[in-house]
């Protein structure tokens, strides 16, 4: 039976995928699967030139789907059902998941974390978070990748702001955004996740940290014309040591005042120069 108009794009999506479950590997089969049966149980509608699809329900708040990304596996492009009210308003679907996923381990950890919860508080299907990221593990490699990323970005800025300012200022003017935006906490988290690439990602992120530290080091003895004598190493470790104690501090009482702790600890590193 010929298809025409809509009807026959959304006949098209259907074979691509039909092609595109052929190509996978075994085990992402079932998503095909699933795609596949909710897309022949919908029919579409034109709205701003998108293809939408309706669902066979009285329920109108559960009517609205959109089709949105590409997906490209051995030369293979398809189109992939995500979940929106209004997608034009609403972030990508990666971001709204890796969002979620962010502010669950930021409230209990990674341990108990499932992707059906992390589908929940992003508003999409279970079917699409394994879409975006196959699996738990791959999700949190992504969610310390995209923190990590975030915390570095934002402690190189304070240590090149303070090349023009009062060296300390600005650093606690960094870390005190950090305690309040809560990353460095997430990051302590998915340090200890029961999986070696995240454990691995985390170490490399670390490491990051360390080196910023030291040159801030650097960078604060040398405006104070000041020499160390130990070992620059060994004062960023306690310094990144420092802020992660308090970032653990400051989630259990978010009312203490961490200021008076970080001018004490730089009072005391500073006596360390000759």
């Given at each position: 039976?010929?298809?025409?108009?809509?009807?026959?794009?959304?006949?098209?999506?259907?074979?691509?995928?039909?092609?595109?479950?052929?190509?996978?590997?075994?085990?992402?089969?079932?998503?095909?699967?699933?795609?596949?049966?909710?897309?022949?149980?919908?029919?579409?509608?034109?709205?701003?030139?998108?293809?939408?699809?309706?669902?066979?329900?009285?329920?109108?708040?559960?009517?609205?789907?959109?089709?949105?990304?590409?997906?490209?596996?051995?030369?293979?492009?398809?189109?992939?059902?995500?979940?929106?009210?209004?997608?034009?308003?609403?972030?990508?679907?990666?971001?709204?998941?890796?969002?979620?996923?962010?502010?669950?381990?930021?409230?209990?950890?990674?341990?108990?974390?499932?992707?059906?919860?992390?589908?929940?508080?992003?508003?999409?299907?279970?079917?699409?978070?394994?879409?975006?990221?196959?699996?738990?593990?791959?999700?949190?490699?992504?969610?310390v990748e995209d923190v990590g990323a975030l915390?570095?970005?934002?402690?190189?800025?304070?240590?090149?702001?303070?090349?023009?300012?009062?060296?300390?200022?600005?650093?606690?003017?960094?870390?005190?955004?950090?305690?309040?935006?809560?990353?460095?906490?997430?990051?302590?988290?998915?340090?200890?996740?029961?999986?070696?690439?995240?454990?691995?990602?985390?170490?490399?992120?670390?490491?990051?940290?360390?080196?910023?530290?030291?040159?801030?080091?650097?960078?604060?003895?040398?405006?104070?014309?000041?020499?160390?004598?130990?070992?620059?190493?060994?004062?960023?470790?306690?310094?990144?040591?420092?802020?992660?104690?308090?970032?653990?501090?400051?989630?259990?009482?978010?009312?203490?005042?961490?200021?008076?702790?970080?001018?004490?600890?730089?009072?005391?590193?500073?006596?360390?120069?000759?």
């Amino acid at each position: 039976m010929p298809h025409r108009g809509l009807e026959g794009s959304l006949y098209s999506h259907i074979l691509e995928l039909d092609l595109a479950r052929c190509l996978v590997r075994h085990e992402h089969r079932d998503f095909f699967d699933q795609l596949l049966e909710d897309l022949r149980g919908r029919r579409p509608i034109a709205k701003d030139g998108h293809l939408v699809l309706h669902e066979r329900v009285r329920n109108h708040a559960q009517r609205r789907k959109f089709l949105t990304g590409v997906h490209e596996r051995e030369s293979t492009t398809f189109s992939a059902v995500s979940e929106s009210v209004h997608a034009e308003d609403r972030a990508p679907a990666a971001r709204r998941i890796l969002d979620a996923i962010r502010a669950l381990v930021a409230r209990g950890g990674t341990a108990q974390v499932s992707m059906g919860e992390v589908a929940a508080a992003a508003g999409v299907s279970k079917a699409l978070v394994h879409y975006h990221f196959r699996d738990k593990d791959s999700l949190l490699h992504a969610l310390v990748e995209d923190v990590g990323a975030l915390v570095v970005s934002r402690e190189h800025s304070a240590i090149t702001r303070a090349e023009t300012t009062h060296a300390l200022d600005a650093y606690w003017s960094w870390l005190q955004t950090e305690l309040r935006v809560g990353d460095l906490r997430i990051l302590l988290s998915l340090a200890e996740a029961d999986s070696a690439r995240v454990r691995s990602a985390s170490s490399r992120i670390a490491r990051q940290r360390r080196t910023l530290a030291s040159e801030h080091v650097t960078q604060v003895f040398d405006r104070l014309q000041l020499n160390p004598r130990v070992p620059t190493v060994i004062i960023a470790e306690t310094i990144v040591a420092f802020i992660d104690g308090l970032a653990m501090a400051t989630a259990l009482d978010p009312e203490n005042d961490p200021r008076p702790a970080f001018d004490v600890l730089w009072l005391g590193l500073l006596t360390l120069a000759e």
